[in-house]
Nanobody, 118 residues
Framework: QVQLVESGGGLVQPGGSLRLSCAAS????????MGWYRQAPGGERELVAA????????SYGYFVKDRFTISRDKAKNTIYLQMNSLKPEDTAVYYC???????????WGQGTQVTVSS
């Protein structure tokens, strides 16, 4: 199995930056893609950013507007989400996701809280 642990969330002022990390362990070879999703109170879980492991092609949610960047450190089995120019509406629990497609599977991390407020 694959296990995911997120870190890096916290309180930041509007316009500030935050860097989230997600470390994967277990059967790393089975992972085809990883990504970040977020869920605001009362809202649905939505895609923030995702990256494929084959060619490291990245995709982003519509609301990012060039503020966020997803990256991967192969040696550390870790993905990152660099968030800049944060807005109050970015406040949410951010969840790391990993997925395989040969035999479809999906696993989620426990989530890390991001709060953007003065």
């Amino acid at each position: 199995q694959v296990q995911l642990v997120e870190s890096g969330g916290g309180l930041v002022q509007p316009g500030g930056s935050l860097r989230l990390s997600c470390a994967a362990s277990g059967n790393i070879a089975s992972i085809d893609a990883m990504g970040w999703y977020r869920q605001a109170p009362g809202g649905e879980r939505e895609l923030v950013a995702a990256i494929t492991f084959l060619d490291e092609t990245a995709s982003y949610g519509y609301f990012v507007k060039d503020r966020f960047t997803i990256s991967r450190d192969k040696a550390k089995n870790t993905i990152y989400l660099q968030m800049n120019s944060l807005k109050p509406e970015d406040t949410a629990v951010y969840y790391c996701n990993a997925a395989g497609t040969f035999i479809p599977w999906e696993v989620w991390g426990q989530g890390t809280q991001v709060t953007v407020s003065s």
